[in-house]
């Protein structure tokens, strides 16, 4: 249990201080609720020029998408 405490306080830290990071999962999330409910954030990161956002999109099981999204843009680049 603190261990995941410790792990839900970093990423929060990390999202506190990255705007860019925050706009992309904004930007998944409102992409992905067009075609699905809920929209639940699992984690982001920057790969190169790129933010790979995970959500769960599943209803009742969990159901993993990836949103890719270019940093420099803004744009969506492809998901999976």
Excluded: C
Aim: proline content about 1%.
């Amino acid at each position: 249990m603190q261990k995941h405490m410790e792990n839900n306080m970093k990423e929060f830290q990390f999202l506190e201080k990255n705007k860019g990071a925050r706009q992309a999962i904004d930007t998944a999330r409102k992409f992905l609720e067009q075609y699905n409910s809920p929209v639940i954030y699992k984690s982001a990161y920057l790969e190169g020029k790129t933010w790979i956002v995970t959500m769960d999109v599943g209803l009742v099981y969990e159901r993993i998408v990836k949103v890719h999204i270019d940093s420099e843009s803004g744009k969506i680049s492809g998901y999976a």
